[in-house]
C-alpha cells in the first residue's frame, strides 16, 4: 500500500481545508428550506469557498460538474446540483463538499432534515451519525482498519440498516482520495494497521433497505436499489495515539440548526 504519513505542519494545513468545509456547510445549511433548487444551493457553496480564497475541490474532478454533491432521500451520493430539482418538506438532503487550499484537500459532508421529516428517517441519520463517531473512535494508532468498518457495520446493522459496499471512504492529502481505503464494514483486527500521520475520511453511507445501489444514466448519482432512504455523513480525521484529531468540525452546522429550529 503507498501511503503517504502526513507531518503536524501538513496535519493542520490539512485541518485549514477541512474547517473552511465546515463553515461552508452550514452557509448552505441557512438556505436549505423547501422550495430552493439544488443549483442555487451549490452557485452559494462555490462562491462561499472562492470568497475565502480556496477552490471547490469537486468541481471537475472527473468530469463532475458541480461544487457540491447534493444527495436526496433515495439518493445516497454524488447527486448533481440542477435547476429542475426542487427541495421539499420532509426531504433529507446529504451535501458533500471539498476544498482545495494551497494545494491540500479538505473533504465531509452532512445529511440535513428539511421541514418534518419521518420519525423512521430521523432515527437513520441519527444512527448514521453515531456510527460514525464509531468508526471514528476505532481511528487510533495500533487499531487495524478492519476495526473502524466493524465499529460502523455493526452499529448500523444493530437497528436493521444496512451499509453500501460499493463506495468507501479514503485517505486525503494533496489529493483528494489517497490510500487507503476505508470500508464501512469489516471484520475487527483485520487490514493493515492504523498508523500515527495517516489522515482519512470516514464516511458511513447508511440505507434503510438493501445495501445494494445502482448508479444513473449520468454516470454520477447513486441511488438505493429499492428506493429507500440513505444517510451519508463525513468527518476527516487524523490517526493519533490514544484519541484521533479530528479536522472536521460540525460546530457552526449545529448553530445554524439551532437558530432555524428555535
Given at each position: 500500500?503507498?501511503?503517504?504519513?502526513?507531518?503536524?505542519?501538513?496535519?493542520?494545513?490539512?485541518?485549514?481545508?477541512?474547517l473552511l468545509v465546515g463553515k461552508?456547510?452550514?452557509?448552505?445549511?441557512?438556505?436549505?428550506?423547501?422550495?430552493?433548487?439544488?443549483?442555487?444551493?451549490?452557485?452559494?457553496?462555490?462562491?462561499?469557498?472562492?470568497?475565502?480564497?480556496?477552490?471547490?475541490?469537486?468541481?471537475?474532478?472527473?468530469?463532475?460538474?458541480?461544487?457540491?454533491?447534493?444527495?436526496?432521500?433515495?439518493?445516497?451520493?454524488?447527486?448533481?446540483?440542477?435547476?429542475?430539482?426542487?427541495?421539499?418538506?420532509?426531504?433529507?438532503v446529504s451535501v458533500d463538499c471539498?476544498?482545495?487550499?494551497?494545494?491540500?484537500?479538505?473533504?465531509?459532508?452532512?445529511?440535513?432534515?428539511?421541514?418534518?421529516?419521518?420519525?423512521?428517517?430521523?432515527?437513520?441519520?441519527?444512527?448514521?451519525?453515531?456510527?460514525?463517531?464509531?468508526?471514528?473512535?476505532?481511528?487510533?494508532?495500533?487499531?487495524?482498519?478492519?476495526?473502524?468498518?466493524?465499529?460502523?457495520?455493526?452499529?448500523?446493522?444493530?437497528?436493521?440498516?444496512?451499509?453500501?459496499?460499493?463506495?468507501?471512504?479514503?485517505?486525503?492529502?494533496?489529493?483528494?482520495?489517497?490510500?487507503?481505503?476505508?470500508?464501512?464494514?469489516?471484520?475487527?483486527?483485520?487490514?493493515?494497521?492504523?498508523?500515527?500521520?495517516?489522515?482519512?475520511?470516514?464516511?458511513?453511507?447508511?440505507?434503510?433497505?438493501?445495501w445494494r445501489i445502482k448508479i444513473?444514466?449520468?454516470?454520477?448519482?447513486?441511488?438505493?436499489?429499492?428506493?429507500?432512504?440513505?444517510?451519508?455523513?463525513?468527518?476527516?480525521?487524523?490517526?493519533?495515539?490514544?484519541?484521533?484529531?479530528?479536522?472536521?468540525?460540525?460546530?457552526?452546522?449545529?448553530?445554524?440548526?439551532?437558530?432555524?429550529?428555535?
Open positions: 500500500m503507498n501511503m503517504y504519513l502526513k507531518n503536524d505542519q501538513e496535519i493542520d494545513l490539512l485541518k485549514k481545508c477541512s461552508t456547510l452550514a452557509e448552505v445549511a441557512k438556505e436549505i428550506r423547501p422550495g430552493v433548487t439544488t443549483k442555487y444551493l451549490d452557485k452559494l457553496g462555490e462562491t462561499f469557498i472562492r470568497d475565502n480564497g480556496a477552490l471547490p475541490a469537486f468541481l471537475n474532478y472527473e468530469g463532475y460538474p458541480a461544487s457540491l454533491c447534493i444527495s436526496i432521500n433515495d439518493t445516497v451520493v454524488h447527486g448533481i446540483p440542477n435547476d429542475k430539482t426542487i427541495i421539499k418538506d420532509g426531504d433529507i471539498g476544498t482545495i487550499i494551497d494545494g491540500w484537500y479538505g473533504d465531509s459532508a452532512y445529511t440535513f432534515e428539511v421541514g418534518e421529516v419521518k420519525e423512521e428517517v430521523r432515527q437513520l441519520l441519527k444512527v448514521t451519525r453515531e456510527s460514525l463517531e464509531l468508526g471514528i473512535e476505532k481511528a487510533i494508532v495500533g487499531n487495524r482498519l478492519g476495526d473502524i468498518g466493524y465499529a460502523v457495520q455493526t452499529h448500523a446493522e444493530k437497528y436493521g440498516y444496512s451499509v453500501v459496499r460499493d463506495l468507501v471512504g479514503h485517505g486525503i492529502g494533496r489529493n483528494m482520495h489517497e490510500e487507503p481505503e476505508i470500508p464501512n464494514y469489516g471484520k475487527r483486527g483485520t487490514g493493515p494497521k492504523l498508523k500515527e500521520g495517516m489522515v482519512i475520511c470516514i464516511e458511513p453511507m447508511i440505507n434503510m433497505g438493501t444513473s444514466r449520468d454516470g454520477w448519482t447513486v441511488k438505493t436499489l429499492d428506493g429507500q432512504p440513505s444517510a451519508h455523513y463525513e468527518k476527516q480525521l487524523a490517526v493519533r495515539k490514544g484519541k484521533a484529531e479530528v479536522l472536521t468540525s460540525y460546530s457552526e452546522i449545529n448553530e445554524v440548526l439551532k437558530s432555524k429550529n428555535g
